[in-house]
C-alpha cells in the first residue's frame, strides 16, 4: 500500500460498515458518534458481521484486529486538517445538531474533500448536475444553510447501496450487513482528490479478512449519475412509507398500487434521463421486482443444469460460471431463464433500451409475486432481467422473470 490515509467519517452505525472496510485495508479511520458509542468502539472495537458467498453463517469482523486502525470520538477536538478525506454518514437532519454543526463548518472551511454516503445527497453535490436548481431545492432540507459554506468541487456522492442494521439485541457497537453490495462512488472534480478514492478503491480490493475476500466494495466512476440509480427505487418504496398517520411497510407502500409505483418508479428515471443520465443500459420497472413464494431454492452454476429441472432442448453454449438462482419444482410451470449482465465494474448506467439475451432454460419455478429490490447495476443481486412467455405449462402464457445472480460479490 503506497499511502497510508487518515479518514474521518461523521456516523458511527452506517460509518462503521465503510470504516471496518478501510481499515481493513490498512487505513486510519476517525469514527464521530455519540459519547456512549465511542466509549464501546475504543474499548471492544466495532463489530460489523456480514455473510460472504460461499459460507455458512456470517463472518463478524472486529476493527481491532484490522491492519489499520479505528477509533472513535466526539465533535470536539477534532481538527479536519488532520485528515485526507471526511465521509458523511450521519443522516441529514443530524448535521445541524449543536457540535455537529459546528464541525461540519470547520470541514467546509478547511476545504477537505468530503465523500457523502448518505441517501439524501448534500446540497453542494446536487450544484454538479448539471440542470438541477439548487436554490429551489434547499427547502427539501432541515436546514439548507449547514451546506452553505461547501465548495461542490469538494463534495461527492456515493450511492449507499450496502443494506444493514444494528441488531436490537446486541450492543451499539454491532453492525450486521443484510445486503453486501458495493458502494459506488463518482469522481471528485479534482483528479488529486478523485486517486485518492481510486487508491482507496484499489486498497478495499486486494484486502482480505484471514484470506477471505470480502463483499462491500467501494467502486469509484467518473459519472456524476451514477449515485443516483438509486433514487428511483427509494422514492417508489422507502419514502413513500411516510404517512401522515404513520409509518407503512415498504411492501405495502409498493404494492398497495402498483401502478403508481410504476409510474414514480419510472418518472424518477425519466428525470434523471433528462438531467444527462446516459440511457446506455437500464433498471426499469421490472427490474426492481422479484420473486416471491418460491419453492425450495438453490444456488448452481451457470454452466449446469439441474437434475431436476427437466429436459432442455438448448444446447451448450459454453457459458461463463456466475451463480444463478434455481428453484426445486414440484408441477409444471413457466421456466426461468438467464441472460448476459454487465461486469461489476462496468456501471450498467440507466435504463435498458436493448432486449435481455436469453441463453437458455435452466430450471422451473413457481408463479411469481412481485416485491422490491434495489436496482441492480453491477451484478451484485438477483433482478429481472425481462419476461419470457411460456405456453409449455399449466399457466398457460404466464409471463414470469428472468432471474440472474453475477455472483461477483
Known amino acids: 500500500m503506497s499511502t497510508r490515509y487518515k479518514i474521518l467519517i461523521l456516523g458511527a452505525s452506517y460509518g462503521s ?4 472496510k478501510l481499515a481493513l485495508a490498512g487505513h486510519a479511520v476517525h469514527l464521530v458518534c455519540l ?30 484486529k484490522l491492519p489499520g486502525k479505528l477509533s472513535a470520538g466526539g465533535t470536539a477536538g477534532v481538527n479536519p486538517s488532520d485528515y485526507h478525506l ?100 463518482a469522481r471528485f472534480d479534482s483528479d488529486a482528490h478523485t486517486a485518492i478514492l481510486r487508491q482507496l478503491e484499489s486498497d478495499i480490493e486486494a484486502s482480505r479478512f484471514g484470506g477471505i ?38 411492501k405495502d407502500a409498493v404494492h398497495s398500487d402498483l401502478e403508481a409505483s410504476r409510474s414514480v418508479y419510472n418518472w424518477v428515471v425519466k428525470l434523471c434521463v433528462s438531467l444527462g443520465a446516459r440511457r446506455r443500459k437500464a433498471c426499469a420497472w421490472l427490474r426492481s421486482i422479484r420473486l416471491s413464494r418460491w419453492s425450495t431454492a438453490g444456488w448452481r452454476k ?9 429436459p432442455s432442448s438448448s444446447p451448450s453454449l459454453r457459458l461463463p460460471k456466475l451463480d444463478i438462482a434455481v428453484v426445486r419444482f414440484q408441477r409444471a410451470v413457466p421456466r426461468v431463464g438467464f441472460g448476459h449482465d454487465a461486469h461489476r465494474d462496468d456501471f450498467a448506467g440507466l435504463f435498458a433500451e436493448e432486449a435481455p439475451v436469453v441463453r ?38 404466464a409471463a414470469s422473470p428472468h432471474v440472474h445472480q453475477g455472483g461477483v460479490g
Open 35 to 64: 459519547p456512549a458509542e465511542a466509549d464501546l468502539i475504543n474499548r471492544e472495537g466495532a463489530i460489523v458481521r456480514m455473510p460472504v458467498k460461499g459460507r455458512e453463517g456470517l463472518v463478524e469482523i472486529n476493527s481491532k
Open 86 to 185: 471526511v465521509a458523511l454518514a450521519m443522516q441529514e437532519p443530524q448535521y445541524r445538531s449543536p457540535g455537529v454543526r459546528e464541525l461540519l463548518d470547520a470541514l467546509a472551511k478547511a476545504r477537505v474533500p468530503c465523500m457523502s454516503i448518505m441517501n439524501m445527497p448534500p446540497l453542494p453535490y446536487l450544484a454538479r448536475i448539471p440542470g438541477v436548481d439548487v436554490k429551489a431545492c434547499r427547502s427539501c432540507y432541515t436546514d439548507a444553510s449547514v451546506w452553505d459554506a461547501f465548495d461542490p468541487k469538494l463534495v461527492t456522492l456515493c450511492s449507499p447501496d450496502p443494506q444493514a442494521f444494528r441488531p436490537p439485541e446486541e450492543k451499539v457497537n454491532v453492525l450486521q450487513v443484510r445486503l453486501p453490495t458495493n458502494f459506488k462512488s
Open 213 to 250: 475476500e470480502l463483499p462491500v466494495k467501494l467502486k469509484v466512476y467518473d459519472s456524476v449519475f451514477v449515485p443516483l440509480a438509486k433514487w428511483a427505487m427509494l422514492l417508489a418504496g422507502n419514502y413513500r412509507c411516510v404517512q401522515i398517520d404513520g409509518m407503512r411497510p415498504i
Open 17 to 20: 460498515l465503510l470504516g471496518t
Open 302 to 310: 451457470t454452466g449446469r443444469r439441474r437434475r431436476d429441472s427437466g
Open 360 to 397: 437458455r432454460d435452466v430450471a422451473r419455478l413457481f408463479e411469481p409475486r412481485p416485491q422490491l429490490l434495489p436496482p441492480v447495476l453491477d451484478g451484485d443481486d438477483l433482478d429481472a432481467r425481462g419476461i419470457a412467455v411460456g405456453h409449455d405449462s399449466v399457466a398457460g402464457s
